[in-house]
């Protein structure tokens, strides 16, 4: 077996890596725009994340505040039943919001369930599972209960905002709906906007209430944060020659995530290039998008008619996405 973990050690592995970037992104930047734009990120959260630890008058660095998360009981919680009741009832927490903005919601429920015992090992910390309408199934918040002592309680606001509602359940079904659409756009599943917008949910979580608590806040900077990270760290990896355990040191330097959670992701990175990125890039769109919008309409903007700009179209590539705002942006603008 070859030594690197990198794709552009392979033939032609640099090209291959670029048509991955554009793949999973669905935009022209370079591989190298995305690792500066990542490296200015973690700048930007970094500073967000010390400010929380100063509120909280910490008496340490940043390293130490990190290490007091990663080992204090009273945030993890005791037994897998515990955490699937947490996970529930944010999740119902979330339920209840969603008509503050937005106007359409899906049909579909969702459960909660744990991820299953045989591949909970290496599995990331929730996931979701999509329902079906023609198969009569709904959706499930997969929560791993593996190893509680590296799934923070202070993460699972963002987490169920990202995999469950307003995020993957509520994207993913409403787009099933859409029955004047055809099948392709109800049924693909484009990671940028998909993953941009289950981002986008974990940050609407702020206008929500959901981050009312310092630490969970400071859970919600550690997803951004992750996801910031990772932009850094797939193109370190794949066109720069970083090492895993380059690729870990700088994870466990910048989040609050747990070591195992870390193995697990860098792992993944290494074996799906590009993937990774689609995250922050579709979530910058997205806020990119809504602040212009909310800049040129002024009074005329409302949060539940731009989401319904964004989300009744189906699955669409980022630059599609761009053109339904603008022509939204047009629309509102005449009434």
């Not at 930047?29 to 967000?48: F, H, N, P």
């Not at 630890?53 to 998360?69: K, M, Y």
């Not at 202070?154 to 359940?169: D, I, M, R």
Request: aromatic residues 14%.
């Amino acid at each position: 077996a070859r030594t690197s973990i990198g794709v552009s050690s392979l033939p032609r592995g640099s090209e291959f890596y670029q048509n991955r970037v554009a793949y999973f992104t669905s935009t022209s930047m370079t591989a190298d725009a995305i690792y500066r734009l990542g490296l200015a990120e973690v700048q930007r959260i970094k500073s967000r994340m010390q400010k929380i630890i100063t509120a909280l008058h910490f008496e340490g660095d940043f390293d130490e505040f990190v290490e007091f998360l990663r080992t204090d009981p009273r945030f993890y919680a005791k037994s897998a039943d515990e955490l699937l009741r947490y996970a529930s009832f944010l999740a119902k927490k979330i339920d209840a919001k969603l008509p503050q903005v937005f106007n359409r919601m899906p049909r579909m429920p969702y459960g909660v369930q744990p991820v299953p015992d045989d591949i909970a090992p290496k599995y990331t910390i929730g996931r979701y599972i999509s329902g079906s309408y023609k198969q009569h199934k709904p959706g499930y918040y997969w929560v791993n209960t593996y190893k509680l002592e590296s799934r923070p309680l202070y993460v699972f606001p963002a987490l169920t905002l990202h995999e469950a509602v307003p995020g993957h359940h509520f994207q993913i079904m409403l787009a099933q709906e859409l029955e004047d659409l055809p099948d392709f756009r109800r049924n693909t599943y484009l990671s940028a906007f998909g993953e941009g917008w289950g981002l986008y949910a974990e940050h609407l979580g702020s206008e929500l209430g959901m981050y009312d608590d310092p630490y969970d806040d400071f859970g919600r900077l550690t997803y951004e944060m992750w996801r910031a990270c990772r932009l850094v760290v797939d193109v370190g990896i794949h066109l720069k020659n970083w090492t895993r355990e380059q690729a870990i040191g700088f994870m466990m330097d910048n989040t609050a995530l747990a070591e195992h959670d870390i193995i697990t992701e860098v792992d993944r990175y290494i074996s799906w290039p590009g993937q990774a990125l689609s995250y922050k890039i579709g979530e910058i769109k997205i806020k990119e998008l809504r602040a212009k919008a909310e800049h040129l309409l002024g009074d005329r903007f409302d949060i539940r008619s731009f989401h319904d700009a964004v989300l009744l179209q189906g699955h669409i590539p980022l630059y599609i996405l761009e053109q339904e705002v603008e022509q939204y942006i047009h629309k509102m603008s005449q009434e």
